[in-house]
């Protein structure tokens, strides 16, 4: 049975779409999954950075090298989103138990309003390897942007402000490498056991 030109034309192009959508596909995965320890970040997130902790110590990025990481972007003013995630970052660390090598980084995105010690006072109430971190707000900038982090400030009616930020929360490997979004939307055991896996 001969095949029209149109035809064949029509059947190639759709051959060419299917593997071009396969391809986007499986790119999507290989960003969004999870490399697994040691393998190389899928992106160019994160860097150096140098800031000041909720005690008010200068800290870098190599403070928190040889153990795994989750960093969030917040402040201490922020109604729900920011308390929830804290409070589910510690219930993971929770359930790998109080020995775990982890740690847990807030960077403020509201340099004016939070201090260290405001930081300190609000971190608190979650789980005491979760470290406040504060920079001025040209290094708070510098840090949003090598992370690839948004935050601006959203006026409310009473003259005031809030912040509208980034919610993703990131991981970070013993090396000090971005490893993918980690995801704190299940259970926390299975986020635990996830992350044990770079301990």
Not at 47 to 60: E, S
Not at 100 to 128: N, Q
Not at 154 to 163: A, E, I, Q, R
Request: contains cysteine; proline residues 8%.
């Amino acid at each position: 049975m001969s095949v029209s030109p149109t035809a064949l034309r029509r059947s190639l192009l759709a051959f060419v779409l299917l593997l071009a959508a396969a391809a986007a596909i499986a790119g999507a995965a290989f960003y969004l999954g999870d490399p697994g320890p040691g393998a190389p970040a899928p992106s160019a997130v994160g860097g150096p950075f140098a800031l000041i902790d909720h005690d008010g110590r200068k800290v870098t990025e190599k403070d928190f090298a040889g153990r795994p990481h989750l960093i969030f972007f917040g402040f201490t003013r922020c109604p729900d989103v920011c308390p929830t995630a804290l409070a589910e970052i510690s219930a993971v660390f929770d359930k790998l138990g109080p020995d775990a090598k982890v740690s847990g980084l807030f960077i403020s995105v509201d340099p004016e309003r939070d201090t260290p010690a405001s930081l300190k006072d609000y971190l608190s109430s979650f789980d005491k390897r979760i470290v406040g971190l504060w920079g001025d707000p040209e290094t708070t900038r510098a840090v949003m942007k090598s992370f690839r982090a948004f935050a601006s400030k959203v006026p409310t009616k009473d003259g005031d402000y809030t912040m509208d930020h980034t919610a993703i929360v990131y991981l970070i490997d013993k090396q000090g490498r971005f490893v993918n979004a980690f995801n704190l939307d299940r259970p926390p055991e299975a986020a635990a056991k996830e992350l044990a896996r770079y301990l």
